[in-house]
């Protein structure tokens, strides 16, 4: 196994201790201050812990693979599967965001804004630490660390989302917005899956794809 993926190893579990605290602290407050606004988020926060958890299992079991003279295949390729899995949970969790804001629509809850807009700051915080951590470079064909990054990029969005939208619903009392807010930000996200589950799904059935000059988080091709 090569230097630069136990570096990323060490950087994912971080990234999933860093989350998984938030998440507790997201879920505890949520409860303690009835804010379904907050407990949404921390089990939201949850869902990222799964599939940043299920990087850092797949660089401990290229480790493994890589110190084994039985196994014969691709150990990259595990990399490749994770990437895709984790592109697939965070297109399914962006779609159940869009859903949820929809039913907000017709169903709008009374938000504890302060206390919600709290936890969303400290909440971005730690992902902007985090997207540091797993920050790498576009050329990097590893779609695992990509993976891991885009959910920390996703967690950043929403909790954006959340804070401008709290403010706005508290500031001109229009509760929607913040609603609104979620929507916007579930289709960005759903955008960036896509593009991880066609770059990771190619590498996986071996297909070539040409360069198309894109770069940013959505984007790395492989030739």
Request: glycine share 8%; net charge negative; charged share 15%.
């Amino acid at each position: 196994m090569s230097e630069q993926h136990q570096k990323k190893e060490v950087k994912t579990l971080w990234v999933v201790l860093l989350s998984a605290v938030i998440m507790v602290v997201e879920i505890f407050y949520g409860i303690t201050t009835n804010s379904m606004a907050l407990l949404t988020d921390g089990i939201h926060m949850g869902s990222h812990v799964l599939a940043i958890g299920l990087s850092w299992l797949a660089y401990v079991a290229v480790r493994r693979v890589s110190n084994s003279d039985e196994f014969t295949g691709n150990s990259d390729k595990i990399l490749s599967l994770s990437g895709y899995s984790s592109g697939l949970l965070l297109l399914l969790f962006s779609i159940g965001i869009m859903y949820e804001a929809v039913m907000r629509l017709f169903n709008p809850l009374d938000i504890e804004y302060r206390e919600a807009m709290i936890i969303a700051c400290i909440g971005l915080v730690v992902n902007v630490a985090s997207a540091f951590l797993l920050h790498h470079d576009h050329e990097d064909s590893d779609h695992n660390i990509r993976a891991a990054y885009i959910h920390v990029l996703a967690d950043a969005l929403t909790s954006l989302a959340a804070i401008f939208g709290l403010w706005a619903a508290m500031f001109w009392n229009l509760p929607f917005v913040d609603t609104i807010a979620a929507g916007i930000g579930s289709i960005v996200i759903i955008k960036w899956s896509i593009g991880l589950l066609k770059d990771s799904g190619a590498v996986l059935l071996d297909v070539e794809t040409k360069s198309k000059g894109h770069h940013g988080c959505g984007h790395l091709h492989h030739h």
